[in-house]
């Protein structure tokens, strides 16, 4: 600049020098103004110089809060067969990878010694419920059907002493019998109602207690029996070890003829048309989940992942870990999924459609926590805006405050960019506008026809 002004001011002397004129030093003087004036607005054009940036609509969008997190994959059931008597296997009827049912015989232990005492057990039990069927049926009813007649006699006696001591009652009273007659009936009809009552409490007695004690013991005798027989027959079982759940045999480590260790399962059974996936989370993540969420099991190996449901979320924290335990379960009919596999889990705990939608990098954090965007104009300047958001998935983040559908937001160079900076957009996500409508919506990116307005004027 200053060198212009010397070379100006030295065109100022040559030109008087040489045209003596007053008038050519005032048109020499016009030019330079204008040239040094032209010069000024050069250079305030190139400061205003458009920002290029990246630019993407407001957007509705279906979004879901998803929880995710590490987890275990165990099957639905399992068993694992540990025998409870100590002997060799006599035979295997399972091998590891066979399918079997509810109940079904897999192996058998040596029981020669264990048949041999269930039959004797059994031979002695028949023995005591004979005798007891033959005790109480014979024996017992004969005694009591003794005191039963004993009883009927003594009662049909007292009843003739009655009849025989009102009719001499009737004949005192009228002067036909005398006194000691009267009184001798009396006494025979005391005898007999004595003989009577004695009859009837033992008969009672018999009922009451005599049955039920001599039942009790032809009974504790059976059940002495019945109770040794099923032992012996309980002994005999435990050699024959059965499946208790339908599923796949996944454990044999013994051979025919090796005897189980103790505590060692013998064979072992999983239930693998389902799994579940067992995860420990944060409490803040755990009380956005309930049973019956949808959820996902992404395992190595596998391109599809696999659809499942929440179906335990714990109610007690773990004491080790503070963490809430949280079970997903999925179907299996392929098998693919394989107990123990470490997965990833992804548990959707909120669906929010119709929500407006940003990318992630057109959000802005400041260091207080704050969150803005960067908004593009119908002039093509982006202001600042500060806005709320809602769920984050995966590029994209929910708007609940802040802005409008249509509306441009810048996703790439916004960092660092002055409020109401004017910028270029290099690429920006097209959005329809209405029919009818030529003008852009409020802070949408305006078209290139309308940039061209703008510049011309």
């Known amino acids: 600049m200053n060198t212009q002004k010397l070379l100006s001011l030295k065109t100022i002397r040559e030109g008087t020098r040489d045209c003596r004129s007053p008038r050519l030093a005032i048109l020499i003087l016009f030019a330079i103004a204008i040239a040094t004036f032209s010069g000024g607005c050069s250079k305030e054009k190139t400061e205003e110089a458009a920002v290029p940036v990246t630019a993407a609509s407001v957007q509705k969008a279906t979004v879901q809060r998803v929880v995710t997190a590490d987890a275990v994959l165990f099957p639905l059931q399992q068993a694992a067969l540990v025998p409870k008597i100590s002997a060799p296997v006599k035979e295997f009827y399972a091998n590891r990878g066979s399918k079997v049912h509810k109940g079904q015989l897999l192996a058998v232990l040596e029981n020669s010694d264990l048949a041999a005492a269930k039959e004797e057990n059994k031979g002695a039990f028949e023995q005591a419920e004979a005798a007891y069927v033959t005790s109480t049926a014979a024996g017992l009813?004969?005694?009591?059907?003794?005191?039963?007649?004993?009883?009927?006699?003594?009662?049909?006696?007292?009843?003739?002493?009655?009849?025989?001591?009102?009719?001499?009652?009737?004949?005192?009273?009228?002067?036909?019998?005398?006194?000691?007659?009267?009184?001798?009936?009396?006494?025979?009809?005391?005898?007999?109602?004595?003989?009577?009552?004695?009859?009837?409490?033992?008969?009672?007695?018999?009922?009451?207690?005599?049955?039920?004690?001599?039942?009790?013991?032809?009974?504790?005798?059976?059940?002495?029996?019945?109770?040794?027989?099923?032992?012996?027959?309980?002994?005999?079982?435990?050699?024959?070890?059965?499946?208790?759940?339908?599923?796949?045999?996944?454990?044999?480590?013994?051979?025919p003829g090796e005897t189980p260790s103790a505590g060692v399962p013998l064979i072992t059974v999983m239930d693998l048309s389902r799994v579940t996936?067992?995860?420990?989370?944060?409490?803040?993540?755990?009380?956005?989940?309930?049973?019956?969420?949808?959820?996902?099991?992404?395992?190595?190996?596998?391109?599809?992942?696999?659809?499942?449901k929440v179906t335990l979320v714990s109610p007690a924290l773990d004491p080790n870990s503070t963490t809430v335990e949280v079970w997903v379960q999925a179907k299996n009919p392929d098998q693919s999924l394989k107990p123990g596999t470490s997965v990833r889990l992804s548990m959707v705990s909120e669906t929010v459609p119709d929500a407006l939608v940003v990318p992630a990098s057109a959000v802005l954090t400041a260091t207080d926590g704050g969150t803005t965007v960067m908004v593009i104009g119908y002039n093509l300047h982006a202001r600042q805006l500060a806005v709320k958001v809602g769920i984050r998935q995966d590029e994209s983040v929910q708007i609940l405050e802040g802005l409008k559908e249509g509306q441009s937001v810048v996703v790439a160079g916004a960092y660092g960019l002055p409020d109401n900076s004017k910028v270029s957009v290099e690429a920006a996500k097209e959005k329809e506008t209405e029919k009818g409508s030529d003008k852009p919506s409020a802070g949408e990116a305006p078209s290139a026809k309308d940039s061209s307005k703008e510049e011309k004027q």
């Open 141 to 255: 009813p004969e005694e009591i059907q003794k005191a039963t007649f004993d009883a009927q006699s003594a009662k049909e006696m007292l009843d003739a002493q009655q009849k025989v001591y009102d009719s001499r009652q009737e004949l005192f009273k009228q002067g036909a019998l005398p006194r000691k007659d009267l009184d001798q009936a009396g006494v025979s009809l005391t005898q007999a109602r004595a003989q009577y009552e004695l009859a009837k409490r033992h008969l009672d007695s018999l009922n009451a207690v005599v049955k039920q004690q001599e039942t009790k013991g032809f009974e504790g005798q059976l059940s002495a029996a019945k109770g040794k027989y099923l032992g012996a027959q309980a002994q005999y079982t435990y050699s024959e070890i059965r499946s208790p759940i339908d599923g796949v045999v996944t454990d044999r480590p013994l051979y």
């Open 277 to 308: 996936a067992r995860a420990h989370i944060p409490q803040k993540d755990a009380a956005l989940l309930k049973v019956g969420d949808q959820a996902t099991i992404e395992v190595p190996g596998l391109d599809k992942p696999a659809e499942g």
